[in-house]
Structure formats: C-alpha cells, structure tokens
C-alpha cells in the first residue's frame, strides 16, 4: 500500500467531509489486502504497523476545492484496521 501524500489528500477533499482525505480509500485498501491474505487460506499471522502508514482526513469544508487535512494517529488507524477486519468476518 503506497503512503498517501499531503497534496494528493487534498486534491480528495469532498462536500462530505467524512468522505475526504484518504480513510476511505486507506480502509478499502486494507480490505482488499485482507480478503487477499484471508481467501489464501493462509495459516500465518498478519501483522500491520500503523506507525508507517500516513493517511488523512478532512478537518473542514472545502472552500474553493481544497479543505484543511490532518494525519491520523497510530490509534485512529489501528480502529481502521479493526473494524475493516472485523467486517470482512462479518461478511462470511
């Protein structure tokens, strides 16, 4: 998974300030590793560390196409982690 950089986060920014930065696209990116690691049947332990990814989010409205950014924490990328996880299990 490549790191996100600032200028491309900001070129995410969305109406939606939910939808902006790049979380969303960061949490289908694990999906799709996991459902890839998951599907293989492997019986080995994968392991993420949230300290080396950079991912954004939106912290305001846009105005004139671009809003303010800010990094997530190592905390708030872990619950991504999990909840992505999660939900692929749920899905089975």
Do not use: H
């Not at 080995?44 to 305001?60: G, M, T």
């Amino acid at each position: 998974m490549a790191r996100t950089s600032l200028p491309q986060a900001v070129a995410q920014a969305a109406l939606n300030v939910e939808e902006g930065g790049s979380a969303v696209s960061f949490a289908k990116a694990i999906r799709d590793d996991l459902q890839g690691f998951l599907s293989a049947g492997a019986e080995f332990l994968k392991i993420y560390n949230p300290a080396a990814f950079e991912v954004w989010r939106q912290d305001s409205k846009p105005c004139t196409g671009k809003a303010s950014m800010a990094t997530l924490t190592p905390t708030e990328i872990t619950r991504i982690i999990t909840e992505t996880l999660l939900s692929s299990y749920k899905t089975k």
